[in-house]
């Protein structure tokens, strides 16, 4: 009985579904998290009967066809790249990006990756990394007699050096965005690739050519809510319920056909 395996499909739509569900909800407070959505589409028809077939010898037509579907299947799990809050923290290299933008990461390997976390560290050289010890690219480096550690809107980053009066420019951070941000392979980390769907990174500075500004001393948190996701776990269990309701009615149906004598 088909019924079987099609409901086996929306059952098994629906756990892929809790699955993003429990991921956004476990990067609640994971800073500059963007959650994700599961989103489905229906697999192949079998054409019984196909509409506008004839069905006489005077050329009259079945207004509406005979299909069977073949159940649901997740086409993919896109991203929603909104803005989350800010947090403030009072940390100097803590970084709220407001608006379009990444930051640049270079990877060990090379590669360069992109963050919307800016929790910045300082290196035992003085350089500017993440959490995790990935250098920011273009590369930055804070001097370890410098005081006043300032980031301003644009990116501009300077301090105060041993005995001057005034700040001393040390760099600019640049950024990054991307025509289809939802197209970015996630690596981890809070990192995200490049791929051919995202399109190519355009690089910029804060404040200017589409980029949003920074917010020295505030932290993007992730853009979860609560209240929606529960309401999407519930929804999805409902989901699997009637799915599984389906596949015991199905078996009922298949035992009293056995049974007819």
Do not use: H, W
């Not at 086996?8 to 990067?27: F, H, K, L, W």
């Not at 407070?29 to 963007?34: L, N, Q, S």
């Not at 209240?227 to 009637?242: G, H, K, N, P």
Request: without cysteine; aromatic residues 4%.
């Amino acid at each position: 009985m088909k019924a079987l395996y099609i409901a086996s499909t929306g059952m098994s739509a629906q756990e892929r579904n809790v699955e993003v569900i429990s991921n956004n909800i476990a990067n609640m407070r994971t800073t500059g998290f963007k959650r994700q959505r599961a989103e489905f589409e229906d697999l192949l028809y079998q054409q019984v009967t196909r509409a506008g077939a004839s069905t006489s010898d005077q050329g009259t037509m079945v207004p509406a066809g005979l299909e069977i579907g073949a159940g649901v299947r997740t086409v993919s799990t896109p991203r929603v790249m909104s803005q989350g809050g800010v947090n403030m923290t009072e940390r100097d290299l803590d970084v709220a990006i407001r608006g379009e933008g990444f930051f640049m990461v270079q990877l060990p390997d090379g590669r360069t990756a992109y963050t919307r976390d800016g929790s910045f560290e300082r290196s035992a050289e003085g350089e500017i990394v993440t959490s995790t010890g990935y250098a920011i690219d273009p590369g930055i480096t804070i001097p370890g007699t410098a005081s006043d550690v300032a980031i301003g809107p644009d990116g501009t980053v300077s301090a105060v050096l041993d005995g001057d009066a005034v700040s001393t420019n040390l760099g600019q951070l640049q950024m990054a965005r991307f025509v289809n941000k939802s197209g970015l392979e996630s690596l981890g980390d809070n990192l995200f690739l490049e791929t051919a769907a995202s399109g190519p990174a355009q690089v910029g500075v804060p404040n200017g050519d589409g980029i949003g500004n920074l917010l020295q001393g505030y932290l993007e948190l992730s853009n979860v809510n609560s209240v929606t996701e529960i309401a999407d776990l519930i929804a999805a269990q409902r989901a699997y319920e009637m799915n599984a309701r389906v596949i015991s009615g199905a078996d009922e149906m298949m035992q009293a056909t056995s049974q007819l004598r």
